[in-house]
């Protein structure tokens, strides 16, 4: 399995909701990431994860709330987002850290913030 | 941090001829370029990479050189077909920082156009 999966593709909230956004991979990668990428531009890197802890965090405001449940698992909390926030949420993993190897993708979660 | 520069932002070729895509970088310490393709409505996915150790790589019609002097890199795609049209980023991995994992830093992207 070489999958990075995402859940919801897409998700449409207000400014005062919570929500999340859900990743996952079974291909025993210990690092996983969140970027953010706004059409016609390049992923932006959000927040690292190496063996489950948090290692990176790219000055990312605190309404974007990363958790990383198990060495298999990528969650992203969204809570008072606001308009400029819409993008798409990629979720990748790597089997150690970048310097390893390939960055594995997902297809991304496409948020609209109304 | 590193900054990643990418030229040009689209590039429109004949199919059947080459196309070059380029990219410096600003942190000497870097010493892993991959390069991504992305389809539209598609994810990222690495077409090639490149370590410090070595000056270029080839994967069939597609090549990446290295210049760690000079701190740039390029993507060299020959006979290029209808299904080489994507955007295409060039990255960068800094260094560790403080002994953790880290990202990558993109180019900004390079929107490659393969005239029929």
């Known amino acids: 399995d070489t999958e990075v999966t995402q859940t919801p593709k897409h998700l449409v909230m207000g400014m005062t909701n919570k929500k999340s956004l859900k990743c996952e991979q079974h291909m025993g990668h210990r690092a996983m990431y969140w970027y953010k990428q706004k059409a016609k531009k390049p992923p932006e890197l959000m927040f690292v994860y190496s063996y489950e802890k948090l290692s990176i965090n790219e000055s990312v405001p605190s309404r974007f709330s990363p958790e990383c449940p198990n060495s298999s698992l990528l969650n992203l909390h969204l809570h008072a987002l606001q308009p400029e926030d819409s993008a798409l949420y990629l979720c990748?993993?790597?089997?150690?850290?970048?310097?390893?190897?390939?960055?594995?993708f997902g297809e991304g979660s496409r948020l609209t913030v109304l | 941090g590193e900054n990643v520069e990418q030229h040009p932002s689209t590039l429109s070729v004949q199919e059947g001829d080459s196309a070059v895509i380029k990219c410096t970088y600003s942190?000497?310490?870097?010493?892993?370029f991959p390069w991504y393709k992305q389809e539209l409505g598609k994810r990222p996915q690495l077409i090639i990479d490149?370590?410090?150790?070595?000056g270029e790589k080839k994967d069939q019609r597609i090549a990446v050189t290295l210049n760690k002097t000079a701190k740039h890199f390029s993507l060299h795609i020959t006979e290029t077909q209808p299904e080489d049209s994507a955007v295409y980023f060039c990255?960068?991995?800094?260094?560790?920082?403080?002994?953790?994992?880290?990202?990558?830093?993109f180019g900004k992207g390079t929107h490659l156009i393969i005239q029929p």
């Open positions: 990255a960068a991995s800094n260094v560790l920082r403080g002994g953790g994992a880290d990202g990558l830093t």
């Open positions: 942190d000497s310490a870097s010493n892993y």
């Open positions: 990748a993993s790597s089997q150690e850290t970048v310097l390893s190897g390939e960055l594995f």
């Open positions: 490149i370590r410090s150790n070595v």
